[in-house]
């Protein structure tokens, strides 16, 4: 029984579109996009430019496609052009590092509080961890995004970022305590 294109793998996807089948590529597109979106935006904090980068990211790695060696690797290589993108808007307009206000909710939010019943609220949780984020120097606010948001391995973070992986494992790590810190605060 043959399987639709939209069931099969990346790596299967992108032999695909190498070999000349470029529906393929909208099968990638539309698996990825979101989540090389959300990743840009908490890279960048300025969702209103994220979805230009998006689409520059996808207009890159299609141009690029034939250059991956192990389409196995896809999605570490699709996010190291996400992340040079990135990096490459920020120092075309000179913004060193998103602000706290630039990564907050727009509205003020409630005072976290504890009650009689334990926890925090998921929402009051959500708004506190993303303050603790944007106060994370962009590299460890990266690193944590891709390991907790995306899912990647230390080894895939590092090749992402472009360092090495004892590098990736200190930054991830020193960001976690960082929020950890932040949190407890």
């Known amino acids: 029984m043959r399987h639709q294109i939209s069931d099969r ?29 959300s990743y840009l935006v908490y890279l960048t904090g300025r969702s209103e430019d ?16 034939p250059r991956l060696k192990d389409p196995e690797k896809f ?49 009051e949780l959500r708004i506190l961890v993303e303050r603790a984020l944007a106060e994370l120097p ?3 606010r990266e690193a944590i995004v891709l390991k907790f948001y995306q899912g990647f391995k230390l ?12 590098t990736a494992k200190t930054r991830v790590y020193s960001a976690f305590e960082q929020l950890k810190k932040f949190i407890e605060a």
């Open 155 to 166: 080894a895939e973070i590092a090749e992402i970022q472009g360092c090495p992986l004892s």
């Open 75 to 123: 999605r570490p290589w699709l996010f190291r052009i996400a992340h040079n993108t990135a990096h490459s808007h920020t120092r075309e307009a000179r913004h060193e590092q998103a602000s706290i206000e630039q990564l907050a909710p727009a509205a003020d939010p409630p005072a976290v509080r504890v009650g009689d019943h334990g926890p925090w609220e998921p929402g």
């Open 50 to 65: 994220a979805f230009d980068m998006c689409q520059e990211v996808f207009i890159a790695s299609y141009r690029n496609l």
């Open 9 to 37: 793998p990346d790596a299967s996807l992108v032999r695909a579109v190498v070999s000349g089948e470029p529906e393929a590529f909208n099968v990638l597109v539309r698996r990825w996009e979101r989540k090389i979106y």
């Open 138 to 140: 962009v590299e460890q």
